[in-house]
């Protein structure tokens, strides 16, 4: 009976939070602060666009090729600023972010149900090919009223045809707009 009672003496011992027998036990301070988990990345800086000049651009999309306006760059935009030139921004939503993949310039947009990955192909001194794949999660009805085949590619080509002779100084580049609070 003896061990018996060796052994609840033991087990109340070790459940009262009295230090057992022998060498201490640090016990956990309660008020240690758990450490703050690491701190959001900052996105990386947007990246320098075309050079200043008069540049030229050929669009094709859905197997079709048209000549669009041409540009007057007087300064050099920002890639975000420059890809607001192409295609209408929306302010409810986070600019396009851009990042260098070996030659190429890869760059994403997503805005609502569209997805658009953009890369960047050439030299943004003189002349250069952007390929955009539009995808949307909820694609609208096609014109014809039959099935929406997938994603839409449209292919801009740039090419820069000189200097800016004769324009009147543009308004300052809009900077990207930043997300809406959530």
């Keep these: 009976m003896k061990p018996l009672v060796l052994v ?8 009262s939070g009295e230090p057992p027998d022998g060498p201490e036990v640090a016990a956990v301070d309660e008020d240690v602060v758990p450490a703050a988990p690491p701190p959001t990345p900052a996105p990386p800086p947007d990246m320098p666009g075309p050079v200043a000049g008069r540049w030229a651009f ?3 999309a859905d197997g079709q ?3 669009r306006e041409g540009q007057c760059l007087l300064h050099r935009p920002t890639l975000s600023q420059a890809y607001g030139f192409y295609r ?3 302010p409810q939503c986070p600019p396009p972010t851009f990042r260098q993949e070996g030659a190429s310039i890869v760059g994403v947009y997503a805005c609502g149900n569209d997805r658009t990955e953009i890369t960047i192909t050439g030299n943004l001194a003189s002349a250069y090919t952007m390929t955009e794949v539009i995808s949307s999660s909820n694609p609208p009805p096609s014109p014809s009223g039959g099935p929406v085949s997938g994603p839409t590619t449209i ?5 820069r045809t000189g200097e800016c002779s004769g324009q009147p100084e543009p308004p ?4 990207p707009s930043e997300p809406p609070p959530q």
């Design 8 to 15: 609840a003496a033991l087990a109340l011992a070790a459940c």
């Design 58 to 60: 050929t669009e094709s």
């Design 65 to 67: 090729t048209a000549p």
């Design 88 to 90: 209408p921004l929306s």
């Design 155 to 159: 292919i801009t080509i740039a090419t």
């Design 172 to 175: 300052p580049l809009p900077e």
